[in-house]
């Protein structure tokens, strides 16, 4: 089955300078990736998401890059601010009848004032 | 649209006590999923539910956890009887199977002492 790996665990950035998190997947079957941001003591909600069809995607300040080659993609935040500072789930899914989404371990991103 | 909606929010009970959690999809999302958070064992998926029929069960940890989705509108997880590792946040989440988001509900925070 799929298995996601994610890293850093931990991450702390300067307000103002960028943070990449990155991970790997194992199947290559698995075709949509997406990226949850959890802020403390609230649910998961999805940040952006990228499907196989295409490299990289945008939305402001949030971009996500996809290796489907190397099986890895990655999320990148520029101009980090206070609160960006949350728990970053990435997953990765194959295009099945069934949702079933895999998520990585989490990496705790901390931006300091 | 109110979103996935859990109750209760939060839930004490003794060890040996029976716990039942609910969940509400969004109207009109076939697909729904029960997962658990700790610091842990992070975000582990339960058992998911595919047009009101569980699909996969792989993820539930023991026969002391059942999950039930009578319909489209209404899902229960059941721990009996309830031990203090059981303590965790729930959640329950709902996608649209073609569209593969899922959205989450707020979270059920189960204490067993």
């Known amino acids: 089955g799929e298995n996601v790996e994610q890293h850093p665990s931990t991450l702390s950035v300067q307000e103002g300078d960028s943070a990449v998190i990155k991970c790997t997947y194992s199947?290559?079957?698995?075709?949509?990736f997406p990226w949850y941001k959890q802020e403390l003591g609230k649910r998961p909600q999805l940040i952006i998401d990228?499907?196989?069809?295409?490299g990289e995607k945008k939305d402001q300040r949030i971009a996500v890059t996809l290796n489907k080659t190397a099986k890895h993609f990655s999320l990148h935040i520029t101009e980090t601010q206070p609160e960006d500072s949350a728990v970053y789930f990435c997953?990765?899914?194959?295009?099945?009848?069934?949702?079933?989404?895999?998520f990585g371990p989490g990496t705790s991103l901390s931006v300091i004032p | 649209d109110a979103g996935v909606i859990q109750s209760p929010r939060h839930e004490v009970t003794e060890m040996g006590q029976e716990v039942t959690l609910r969940c509400k999809p969004i109207?009109?999302?076939?697909?729904l999923f029960w997962y658990r958070q700790t610091m842990m064992r992070g975000l582990e998926l339960l058992i998911y539910?595919?047009?009101?029929?569980?699909?996969?069960d792989s993820g539930m940890p023991e026969d002391r956890f059942s999950a039930k989705m009578p319909n489209a509108s209404f899902s229960t997880l059941k721990i009996q009887p309830s031990e203090p590792r059981d303590s965790a946040v729930y959640f329950c989440?709902?996608?649209?199977?073609?569209?593969?988001?899922?959205?989450f509900g707020p979270g059920t925070r189960l204490t067993v002492l």
């Open positions: 997953a990765a899914r194959k295009k099945t009848s069934y949702d079933k989404v895999i």
């Open positions: 199947d290559s079957a698995s075709n949509y």
């Open positions: 990228i499907r196989s069809n295409v």
């Open positions: 109207s009109g999302h076939n697909s």
């Open positions: 539910f595919n047009n009101n029929v569980p699909i996969d």
């Open positions: 989440a709902s996608a649209l199977g073609e569209t593969d988001t899922q959205y």
